[in-house]
C-alpha cells in the first residue's frame, strides 16, 4: 500500500511538473580556482518549437548565448526581448526569468547558459 502511495505521489508530481527544454545538455561543470567553493557550469538547451519553461529563478548567476534559432526572453525589471542567434543576455543570481520560450512554432532554439556560483539549485522550474 505505501508503494501505491508513493507511486500516486511521484505521478502527480511528474504531472504538475512546468514543462522543460526538450534537451539540456550538460558540456562542462569545474570547481573555480580562485574562488574556493564557486563553481562553473555550462549546458547547451534546445527548445523544441513553440516551447517554454514557467516563471523560474537560479541561486546563480547566468549567461546566456543563443546558438541558433530566435528565444523571448524577460527577467523582472527588464522589458520582454527576442534574442537571435548570436546574442546574449545576463541574469543575475536571484533574479525572477518571466519568459523563456522558443520565439519559433516551426524551428528549434539552441541556446548555451553558463552559470557560476555556489549552489547548483533552481526554483520554480
Same mark, same amino acid.
Given at each position: 500500500?505505501?508503494?501505491?502511495?508513493?507511486?500516486?505521489?511521484?505521478?502527480?508530481?511528474?504531472?504538475?511538473?512546468?514543462?522543460?527544454?526538450?534537451?539540456?545538455?550538460?558540456?562542462?561543470?569545474?570547481?573555480?580556482?580562485?574562488?574556493?567553493?564557486?563553481?562553473?557550469?555550462?549546458?547547451?538547451?534546445?527548445?523544441?518549437?513553440?516551447?517554454?519553461?514557467?516563471?523560474?529563478?537560479?541561486?546563480?548567476?547566468?549567461?546566456?548565448?543563443? $546558438?541558433?534559432?530566435?528565444?523571448?526572453?524577460?527577467?523582472?525589471?527588464?522589458?520582454?526581448?527576442?534574442?537571435?542567434?548570436?546574442?546574449?543576455?545576463?541574469?543575475?543570481?536571484?533574479?525572477?526569468?518571466?519568459?523563456?520560450?522558443?520565439?519559433?512554432?516551426?524551428?528549434?532554439?539552441?541556446? $548555451?547558459?553558463?552559470?557560476?556560483?555556489?549552489?547548483?539549485?533552481?526554483?520554480?522550474?
Amino acid at each position: 500500500m505505501r508503494a501505491a502511495h508513493i507511486l500516486v505521489w511521484i505521478t502527480a508530481l511528474a504531472l504538475t511538473m512546468p514543462a522543460m527544454a526538450t534537451h539540456d545538455e550538460s558540456l562542462l561543470t569545474a570547481a573555480l580556482t580562485r574562488a574556493p567553493g564557486q563553481f562553473i557550469e555550462a549546458l547547451r538547451v534546445t527548445y523544441a518549437p513553440g516551447e517554454s519553461s514557467k516563471p523560474h529563478s537560479h541561486d546563480r548567476d547566468a549567461y546566456v548565448y543563443v $546558438l541558433q534559432g530566435h528565444v523571448r526572453n524577460q527577467v523582472e525589471g527588464q522589458p520582454l526581448r527576442v534574442f537571435a542567434a548570436g546574442e546574449n543576455w545576463f541574469e543575475p543570481a536571484g533574479a525572477r526569468h518571466l519568459v523563456s520560450a522558443n520565439a519559433s512554432d516551426s524551428e528549434p532554439a539552441t541556446f $548555451l547558459v553558463v552559470f557560476v556560483g555556489a549552489q547548483r539549485t533552481q526554483t520554480g522550474r
